[in-house]
């Protein structure tokens, strides 16, 4: 059974920080790269930070590079987004997503499975 589960969300005042999490199923883990992506509203989802799944290669936005930290623990299934000095562009839902093996990408259009996502509003 495929599930991703995004939580830890919320609001903050800029210059915050708040920590993601993605709660896979067990047998995902090791079979996918893992993203990011954030969606505000009236614009395109766009990739934030992605993950391999083999080593700790990863790549990031240049909107959020420097700020955000994206990690993975495969013992709890779970792969983290770490945010700092939060700004109110970065204002969105955020999702977590499978990849395949074979590419990591911040292109959506590369990712098969998706969560529901998490709100993230940083206003003052």
């Known amino acids: 059974q495929v599930q991703l589960v995004e939580s830890g969300g919320g609001s903050v005042q800029p210059g915050g920080s708040l920590r993601l999490s993605c709660v896979v199923s067990?047998?995902?883990?090791?079979?996918?790269?893992w993203g990011w992506f954030r969606q505000a509203p009236g614009k395109e989802r766009e990739g934030v930070a992605c993950i391999s799944s083999s080593d700790e290669t990863t790549f990031y936005a240049r909107a959020v590079r420097g700020r955000f930290t994206i990690s993975r623990d495969n013992a709890k299934n779970t792969i983290y987004l770490d945010m700092n000095s939060l700004k109110p562009e970065d204002t969105a839902v955020y999702y977590c997503?499978?990849?395949?093996?074979?590419?990591?990408?911040?292109?959506?259009?590369?990712?098969?499975?998706w969560g529901r996502g998490t709100q993230v509003t940083v206003s003052s």
């Open positions: 067990a047998d995902m883990m090791e079979r996918h790269n």
């Open positions: 997503a499978a990849g395949p093996l074979r590419i990591i990408t911040l292109d959506a259009g590369y990712y098969d499975y």
